[in-house]
C-alpha cells in the first residue's frame, strides 16, 4: 500500500525556536513535494525536491530529500506566528504525476 | 496571472441528488487534477487529465463519480446520487507537464461539498 507519514502530526512550538517535520514515504519516488494549508484555504506549494540530496531554503523553511532513506524533512528555523498552518508532503507514485499525500502537520506558533 | 479556478465556492446538496462541478486550469497547463479532501480520508487523487491521453481514473471512489475535460481546459467532475460520506471539499489543480520531469500542481480554492 502506498503511503506517506508524516509526524508530528501537530506541533505546538514557541516563537524563535528550531523544529524538524519529518516525511516518510513507502515507495520509490524521486519527486517529493511540500504544501502549506491555512485554515480554510486551499494549498500552496513551498518546495519541489527531484532527486536525493536535494536542498532547497525559502526564508525560515528547509527542506531537504534522502531517496535511499525514503524521507524528507521541512526544517523550521526561528518560528514565527506567520508559519502557523497545516504543512503536507505528497510524492507521486512511480510513473505517474498523482501525488499521494500525507496526514499533514499542524504547526502551532505562538509568542 | 490567473491561478486555478472552482465553481461553485460551496455546494449544498440533499442525498441522491445529481451535482456538477467545475474547474478552470491555469492557461496553458497540460495537466489537470481532482482530489478530495475530508477528516476521515485526508488528501485523496480521484482522477487525472494529461493532454489528449485516457485520463487515470483509478482514485474515482465509485461509479457515480465521473469527470471530464473539454477542449484540453475546463473540468467538471459529475457525482450522481450524492451520499453523506461524499461530503468533502473537492480540490483541482493544474500543472505543465513537461519530458522527465513535472512541474508543481497548483491547487484552485476547492468546492466545499454538504450533502445532508
Known amino acids: 500500500e502506498l503511503k506517506v507519514e508524516q509526524n508530528p502530526l501537530f506541533l505546538s512550538m514557541q516563537e524563535g525556536k528550531n523544529y524538524t517535520i519529518y516525511c516518510n514515504y513507502s515507495?520509490?519516488?524521486?519527486?517529493l513535494y511540500w504544501y502549506r494549508q491555512d485554515p480554510g484555504k486551499s494549498l500552496e506549494s513551498l518546495f519541489v525536491?527531484?532527486?536525493?540530496?536535494a536542498v532547497k531554503q525559502e526564508g525560515r523553511l528547509m527542506a531537504s530529500l534522502d531517496t535511499k532513506a525514503r524521507l524528507s524533512t521541512l526544517h523550521i528555523t526561528a518560528a514565527v506566528h506567520d508559519l502557523s498552518a497545516t504543512y503536507f508532503c505528497?510524492?507521486?507514485?512511480?510513473?505517474?504525476?498523482?501525488?499521494?499525500f500525507g496526514t499533514g502537520t499542524r504547526l502551532q506558533v505562538f509568542p | 496571472g490567473a491561478g486555478v479556478s472552482q465553481s461553485p465556492s460551496n455546494k449544498v446538496t440533499e442525498k441522491g441528488k445529481d451535482v456538477e462541478l467545475r474547474c478552470d486550469p491555469i492557461?496553458?497547463?497540460?495537466?489537470l487534477y481532482w482530489y478530495r479532501q475530508s477528516l476521515g480520508q485526508g488528501l485523496e487523487f480521484l482522477i487525472y487529465?494529461?493532454?489528449?491521453?485516457?485520463?487515470?481514473k483509478s482514485g474515482l471512489p465509485s461509479d457515480r463519480f465521473s469527470a471530464e475535460r473539454t477542449g484540453g481546459s475546463v473540468s467538471t467532475l459529475t457525482i450522481q446520487r450524492t451520499q453523506q460520506e461524499d461530503s468533502a471539499v473537492y480540490l483541482c489543480?493544474?500543472?505543465?507537464?513537461?519530458?522527465?520531469?513535472?512541474?508543481?500542481?497548483?491547487f484552485g480554492p476547492g468546492t466545499r461539498l454538504t450533502v445532508l
Open positions: 489543480a493544474s500543472s505543465w507537464v513537461r519530458i522527465f520531469t513535472t512541474d508543481t500542481q497548483y
Open positions: 515507495t520509490t519516488s524521486d519527486r
Open positions: 525536491l527531484l532527486s536525493n540530496g
Open positions: 505528497a510524492f507521486t507514485e512511480g510513473g505517474t504525476d498523482k501525488l499521494i
Open positions: 492557461s496553458g497547463h497540460t495537466a
Open positions: 487529465f494529461q493532454g489528449n491521453s485516457a485520463p487515470d
